[in-house]
């Protein structure tokens, strides 16, 4: 049976993986070979850091995870202009809330057998009442223009695009976002 749960240490392995592998993203032309303590330590800190939150989808048998999402529950007063995307979030400052407080989703990935059963809303829809809980008002997310699947799952979830162009590289970015208090 399949659970949606919050992410343990026990899912980190999944959860780097699936950072690592990037599907649904193109390859980045970086060629730097990973830092394989920085990035598990990265990772990590979805699972066990105040301004962050993963969750997965596992097999209740047999462990195995088959889906998986990670957010970070950001601030832009308080958030120093070094912190990741910083530059990127203030240009749309118009479409975030006066607060500066946002949830940015990211890494979402389901296993390709377990596709098209609505896991990728369940775990989305999860962070919702995650950010809701923590008085967060709008969700952001970005996409390639490439992945319309994935742009109208997130408008079948009440997001609305915001943005298209480049963000920190050449690609055509789509920006979406749902407010909800
Ligand atoms: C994108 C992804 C997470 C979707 O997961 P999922 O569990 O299949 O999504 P859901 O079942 O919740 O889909 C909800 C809706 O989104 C749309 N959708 C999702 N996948 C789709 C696809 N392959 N083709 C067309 N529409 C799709 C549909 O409208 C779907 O509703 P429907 O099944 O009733 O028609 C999954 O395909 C995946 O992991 N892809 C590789 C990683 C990736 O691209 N991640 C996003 C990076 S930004």
Redesign the pocket.
Known sequence: MLQLRRASKNDLEFLIKLDLEE???TPSVDDTPVDVEEHCARISGYVHDADKAARVFGDTEDHEQV?GVLCRFRNLKTEPESANNWTFFESIRQFLPDSGRFCEVFN???APD????????RLKRQLEIESHRRDIEMIYTH?ERT?P??I??NL?LGYREIRRGPIWDEIGWVSLTKGFI
């Open positions: 599907e649904g993203y889906g979402l990935w389901v377990f596709r098209r059963q609505g896991l990728a809303t996409t992945n699947h994935v109208e799952l079948k």
